[in-house]
T-cell receptor
Framework: DAGVTQSPTHLIKTRGQHVTLRCSPI?????VSWYQQVLGQGPQFIFQ???????GRGNFPDRFSARQFPNYSSELNVNALLLGDSALYLC???????????FGEGSRLTVL | SQQGEEDPQALSIQEGENATMNCSYK?????LQWYRQNSGRGLVHLIL?????REKHSGRLRVTLDTSKKSSSLLITASRAADTASYFC?????????????FGSGTRLSIRP
């Protein structure tokens, strides 16, 4: 079975642009969570979706939004990019809400 | 904000020695999990311990949980070069309407050959 897949793996944007990151969960997993990881720090929680509904939101500005589709895949959107948005964005899927997370390899975003 | 804080921030030991990492957290939890991350890669789940458990083993890993002290420890026995990575604890909150698993800042473990 395929693991969690994320795309793109690397991308470079300029300040003010918009970015969309995509995630496909493990088959059968209904929960997708998004994390931001800045170099040298732990992952910071952004969103969790379960059964296509938002179940948790971290302390991120409204420029960050996400959604989950009927096939349980998910998108993370970030508008009006800032230099500080440069980070590794990790997607994780799970069967439930608070159990073991299965991570993808991440999308590395660089904002210039 | 980080719920868990790992200690030490960095640890360097000789291959074959045991490595111990500690995690402290702030609020009541449903479970606590440990993850490993090789540089720039995704995180890999190692072990989950529930709030009503005190100790759990998996291969060379031993995790303890003390809910009265809001702390956990991860012991890796007989370390190998392949254990070089960052290790994170993560907590799932209890009694919360918001569902989120929160990670600590991590311990960078280096195994010297």
């Amino acid at each position: 079975d395929a693991g969690v897949t994320q795309s793109p793996t690397h991308l470079i944007k300029t300040r003010g642009q918009h970015v969309t990151l995509r995630c496909s969960p493990i088959s059968g997993h209904k929960s997708v969570s998004w994390y931001q990881q800045v170099l040298g720090q732990g992952p910071q929680f952004i969103f969790q979706y379960y059964e296509k509904e938002e179940r948790g939101r971290g302390n991120f500005p409204d420029r960050f939004s996400a959604r989950q589709f009927p096939n349980y895949s998910s998108e993370l959107n970030v508008n009006a990019l800032l230099l500080g948005d440069s980070a590794l964005y990790l997607c994780a899927s799970s069967t439930g809400i608070i159990g073991e997370l299965f991570f993808g390899e991440g999308s590395r975003l660089t904002v210039l | 904000s980080q719920q868990g804080e790992e200690d030490p921030q960095a640890l360097s030991i000789q291959e074959g020695e045991n490595a111990t990492m500690n995690c402290s957290y702030k609020t009541s939890i449903n479970n606590l999990q440990w993850y490993r991350q090789n540089s720039g890669r995704g995180l890999v789940h190692l072990i989950l311990i529930r709030s009503n458990e005190r100790e759990k083993h998996s291969g060379r890993l031993r995790v303890t949980l003390d809910t009265s002290k809001k702390s956990s420890s991860l012991l890796i026995t007989a370390s190998r070069a392949a254990d070089t990575a960052s290790y994170f604890c993560a907590t799932a909150p209890a009694y919360s309407s918001a569902s989120k698993i929160i990670f600590g800042s991590g311990t960078r473990l280096s195994i010297r050959p």
